[in-house]
């Protein structure tokens, strides 16, 4: 599984990046963590609020920080 986070490394964007990992390790996923910086890499997934959380390219929340429990079931789906 390939989560990425897409953002401009602002503070929110951090922090979903911090508890998509804590939620991926507590479910015991295998997965690779990516974090898309550039604005035109991030449009390109037709975003336009951030941060946005995609799995494996397609676009899972856009726009906020979801609990750990939220991303935990957004990830199991």
Avoid: H, W
């Avoid at 998509?20 to 507590?26: D, P, Q, R, S, V």
């Amino acid at each position: 599984m390939k989560i990425q986070i897409l953002g401009t490394g602002c503070p929110k964007c951090q922090r979903l990046a911090d508890s998509a990992e804590i939620a991926a390790k507590e479910l015991g996923l295998e997965y690779t963590l990516e974090k898309i910086t550039d604005i035109n890499e991030i449009t390109a997934f037709n975003v336009m609020m951030t941060p946005a959380l995609a799995i494996d390219g397609d676009v899972k929340v856009v726009g906020k920080v979801p609990s750990i429990e939220e991303l935990k079931q957004t990830l199991s789906q």
